[in-house]
């Protein structure tokens, strides 16, 4: 997938094409994992390249996108570049801390006063 999400459309509201955005590129998501592993491999990776065009694209973690759109959001930029390269993965798919290791951090936070800022 190699898109450039237009973000300023006559006629068309910013935050729904936003949010059109992240659902194309969660449902381009779910629609590779479910694909067939090929013979030897263990789960889908992502190679995943986000900037305000192609050229200007660098390397990022599928993880981080939604979080580098909001920014764009934030910014007001006109538009941004997606490109998400479905390949399969060898040995053990990267770990994510259990929910209830989040939970217990939220709780901390709660606890503490909010989370630790410098």
């Known amino acids: ?9 006559e006629g068309k509201n910013r935050d729904r094409l936003l949010d059109a955005a992240r659902h194309d590129i969660h449902r381009y998501l779910r629609r590779e994992r479910r694909r067939v ?3 030897g491999a263990r789960f889908w990776d992502f190679d995943c390249r986000f900037g305000s065009t192609q ?3 660098h390397s990022v ?15 007001g930029a006109a538009q941004f570049y997606v490109e998400i390269m479905a390949k399969p993965g060898e040995g053990m798919p990267p770990k994510r801390a ?7 951090e939220l709780d901390d936070a709660e606890a503490t006063g909010g989370p630790d800022r410098d």
Request: aromatic share 2%.
């Open 61 to 75: 973690q599928v993880d981080e996108i939604t979080g580098l759109i909001d920014e764009v959001a934030r910014s």
């Open 55 to 57: 050229e200007d694209a």
């Open 37 to 39: 592993l090929p013979e």
């Open 1 to 9: 997938m190699r898109k450039t999400y237009l973000l300023h459309i």
């Open 98 to 104: 259990p929910s209830s290791v989040l939970q217990q």
